[in-house]
């Protein structure tokens, strides 16, 4: 196997040389990535050849997919792609994907099709190093507590900002209201490692009021997106990141002038979150079975 891993960053990030993604993978390939991934977080390959179908069925090597997301339609064709496209709204603002339902996605992946001249980068962001640079007392306090995390909101688009054709986008987003709580640090199934499990669809602390949460997220938030934890990927022609979405969070930078963005995004389902005592995330509103299949933790 002549697969070759080289870091991108100290913390997070690596590039992939020396296989073909646009062919069915040799179960010790996907065992090597699988495992790149677990240290890495987000894995950069040459995605040349790739198209929507080869893009799922490399998914696939991880996991069953789910569907492109629960209330955003997909590529036609195609109910397994999401377009992340510029034209459709810009999630400029820290999140994990789908964090408002019960099993989130384990691992999504992102290919480029149309990349602006300039702009346009990922930031993805190390959830584990984050946690380990809280101070004890944070990390004690962080352990105990849980989240609710919900779509009804608009997570990039200030009210006041939106146009009519944001507000339809906004109105089918949250067309169906989810609401699920998790804990705060979430027990990596794979790897046992600790990781902040909050971003931009956590919008209160339970048990605390909205100002309260607001101002504990902020401050744990405030880990997660220190320069030494994110990876900033500038994206190239026929690319393919993927990244483990249960200890990371990612951000699209609006920078590139309005030019045209388009990513197509695949997404393998995911187990139930687990917190620090063993206690499972539950829902609160909202049946996803029609968007994800639970994964049995691994």
């Known amino acids: 196997m002549s697969l070759q891993i080289t870091k991108v960053t100290a913390r997070i ?17 996907v065992t090597a990535i699988r495992e790149a991934l677990n ?11 790739l198209d929507d179908a080869g893009q799922q069925a490399f998914a696939r090597h991880f996991g069953d997919l789910t569907t492109a997301h629960p209330t955003v339609g997909a590529v036609d064709g195609a109910p397994n792609v999401l377009p992340v496209d510029s034209e459709r709204g810009r999630a400029n603002h820290w999140h994990t994907d789908v964090t408002f339902v019960l099993n989130p996605p384990q691992a999504s992946t992102l290919r480029s099709i149309t990349i602006p001249p300039y702009g346009g980068e990922t930031l993805i962001a190390n959830a584990a190093a984050a946690y380990r640079d809280l101070p004890e007392p944070l990390r004690r306090l962080a352990d105990t507590l849980w989240a609710e995390h919900t779509n009804d909101y608009d997570y990039a688009v200030p ?8 507000a339809a986008q906004r109105a089918r987003f949250t067309s169906i209201t989810y609401r699920t709580a998790h804990p705060v640090v979430r027990v990596h199934p794979l790897t ?46 026929n690319e393919l990141v993927l990244f483990d979405n249960r200890i990371t969070q990612h951000y699209a930078i609006d920078n590139y002038d309005g ?12 187990d139930v979150p687990v917190g620090v005592e063993g206690k499972e995330s539950y829902s609160i509103e909202g049946d996803a079975a029609h968007y994800t299949p639970v994964l049995a933790a691994a």
């Open 13 to 29: 990030g690596a590039r992939v040389l020396g296989v073909d993604i646009t062919r069915p993978l040799a179960p010790e390939e």
């Open 159 to 166: 009210d006041e900002e939106i146009d009519a054709e944001q």
């Open 192 to 237: 046992g490692e600790r990781g902040l499990f909050i971003g931009g669809f956590a919008q209160r602390i339970v048990g605390l009021s909205a100002g309260e949460s607001r101002k504990v997220l902020d401050l744990l938030q405030a880990y997660v997106t220190r320069p030494e934890n994110v990876l900033r990927h500038r994206w190239a022609e």
């Open 259 to 270: 030019r045209p963005r388009r990513l197509h995004r695949v997404t393998v389902a995911g």
């Open 39 to 49: 240290a890495h977080k987000a894995l950069v390959f040459d995605a040349g050849g």
